[in-house]
């Protein structure tokens, strides 16, 4: 089929193929594969790993996704994914497919329908959407996390509109697009952080906020539902030395990153180790 598609395309045609496995299991490189599939031939490849959920999966897990991706050799579109998947432009990633309605984490084969979507509210901090009061109760807990955007401000306000709005409410509309705006704008702001920043200075981001959580007593974390595990998890995956295409490594102990505006490896500088995450 490939093929087929490559052949009757037009010259200035951009066209993109997806690739698919059941689950982060069924994975391989895919350059074993794409061969045959004529893979090279697109101008990126969408992934879909079926059932991958970034925010409970552990540290091997994450680091064969990060295999994956960096197999394409290609620029990437991740089908499902949130904000690990905006860590993996690091690996190659160019595009991800996000949003407030919209799950980070989809089989390939389940059930058909599955009754409205709820309510989400974004934690920038915490990269990851909460239900809306248990999220600003978070915020009440940890003032460091509230957002400064006009949708969130002031906090009570939002507290109030969060504990009222119900389906079929006339307010209803309203509240979906401030959730919806409050969103995008979180993720333009990591988007446009992560561009800046080397995989070093990403994982301690992750790990001060980790930080930030661990100060609250047991008690209330477990009350709130809250915990750091993601966030470490993230930063254990993104600092794990993987040869990249060009057989680069980054352990962070002599060398870091600089990376181009598609994620790729452009250079190599020396750092000071100092400035590394520790072992």
């Known amino acids: 089929m490939n093929d087929i598609v490559l052949r009757e395309a037009q010259p200035g045609d951009e066209l993109w193929g997806v690739v698919a496995f059941e689950s982060i299991q069924s ?13 090279g031939g697109f101008s990126g490849l ?8 970034e ?5 091997r897990a994450l680091v064969q996704y990060r295999h994956t991706i960096r197999s394409l050799r290609a620029p990437v579109w991740l089908m499902y994914a949130g904000y690990f998947g905006v860590l993996a432009s690091f690996d190659g990633v160019a ?15 389940g059930p058909v329908g599955s009754g409205p979507p709820a309510d989400r509210y974004y934690i920038a901090r915490l990269h990851r959407f909460y239900e809306p009061v248990r999220a600003l109760s978070i915020i ?7 957002c400064e955007c006009p949708d969130c401000q002031p906090l009570d306000e939002l507290m109030e509109a969060a504990s009222m709005i119900r389906p079929g409410s006339p307010m209803r509309a309203e509240w979906v ?3 919806q705006r409050h969103f995008l704008q979180c993720r333009s702001a990591e988007v446009e952080a992560i561009e800046s920043m080397s995989p070093a200075d990403a994982y301690r981001d992750l790990v001060r906020s980790a930080e930030i959580v661990g100060i609250l007593p047991l008690s209330i974390q477990r009350s709130l539902g809250l915990h750091d595990r993601h966030l ?3 930063a254990e995956a993104i600092r794990h030395p993987l040869l990249t295409p060009r057989s680069i490594q980054w352990a962070c102990r002599e060398h870091e990153w600089v990376m181009s505006g598609q994620g790729r490896v452009a250079a190599v500088r020396d750092v000071d180790p100092a400035e590394c995450p520790s072992d």
Do not use: C, M, N
């Open 232 to 234: 470490l998890h993230w």
């Open 140 to 146: 009440r807990a940890i003032p460091e996390f509230a």
């Open 55 to 59: 925010h409970s999966a552990p540290v």
């Open 27 to 39: 994975t391989r490189p895919v350059d074993e594969i794409g061969g045959y599939l004529q893979l």
């Open 95 to 109: 595009k991800v497919s996000h949003g407030v309605f919209y799950t980070e984490s989809k089989r390939l084969v």
């Open 46 to 53: 969408g992934l879909w790993v079926g059932g991958f959920d």
């Open 177 to 179: 697009a401030r959730l």
